[in-house]
């Protein structure tokens, strides 16, 4: 498997723009989970799935913020519009099980709002 | 309650020296404690867990020592190499539920010198 694959890797965009981020999980695996990092915060939690569900989204900072898994294979995590504060490292991530067992991370995408 | 306080920030060693990360949290819930390793550009990856059970594990070079009563971990890198240089965070969750959020440390950068 190639592992959690994300994309794009750098994003761009002016403030007011909607961001599109997207992610690919480990096939198999029934949990996704949307983190974002940053120097301030460090490694928060936005929301995550369960089997495409969304159990817990109270990580999500406001309601330009939406995530949607319409499938086994595909998440998205959208905000709209974009603000400078937006601006860090989005990492998708899934496991086979839940929090007990280990979480793969992709790569990332560099998020950059000006 | 749900905070897991890391130890020291940032961190830089000789080769072939020890590096020791500190954790602390309060949360009596939590049941599983992993250690993650970040490179430059790279999602983070597990790198070593325990559960309270035991209060020591060791994967080659990499040790969690744990406390229970005194709701502390530590992971010990033995030998430490260049190539350890990274940043790494501890979590902890409350696994057994599988309710609970994996909740990580602010993070260690460590930089081991030739």
């Known amino acids: 498997d190639a592992g959690v694959i994300q994309s794009p890797r750098h994003e761009v965009t002016e403030m007011g723009q909607e961001v599109t981020l997207r992610c690919k999980p480990i096939s198999g695996h029934d949990y996704l989970f949307w983190y974002r990092q940053t120097m301030m915060r460090g490694l928060e939690l936005l929301i995550y799935?369960?089997?495409?569900?969304?159990?817990?989204d109270s990580g999500m900072p406001e309601d330009r913020f939406s995530a949607k898994m319409p499938n086994a294979s595909f998440s998205t995590l959208k905000i709209q519009p974009s603000e400078p504060r937006d601006s860090a490292v989005y990492f998708c991530?899934?496991?086979?099980?839940?929090?007990?067992?280990?979480?793969?991370f992709g790569s990332g995408t560099q998020l950059s709002v000006l | 309650q749900q905070q897991v306080k890391q130890s020291p920030q940032s961190l830089i060693v000789q080769k072939g020296g020890i590096s020791i990360i500190n954790c602390a949290y309060e949360n009596t819930a939590f049941d599983y404690f992993p250690w993650y390793q970040q490179f430059p550009g790279k999602g983070p990856a597990l790198l070593i867990a325990i559960r309270p059970d035991v209060s020591e594990k060791k994967e080659g070079r990499f040790t969690i020592s744990f406390n229970k009563s005194a709701k502390q971990f530590s992971l010990h890198i033995m030998d430490s190499q260049p190539g350890d240089s990274a940043t790494y965070f501890c979590?902890?969750?409350?696994?057994?539920?599988?309710?609970?959020?994996?909740?990580f440390g602010q993070g260690t950068t460590l930089q081991v010198k030739p």
């Open positions: 799935f369960n089997n495409n569900v969304p159990i817990d």
């Open positions: 991530a899934s496991s086979l099980i839940g929090w007990g067992e280990k979480l793969f």
């Open positions: 979590a902890a969750s409350d696994a057994s539920g599988n309710t609970g959020k994996l909740i």
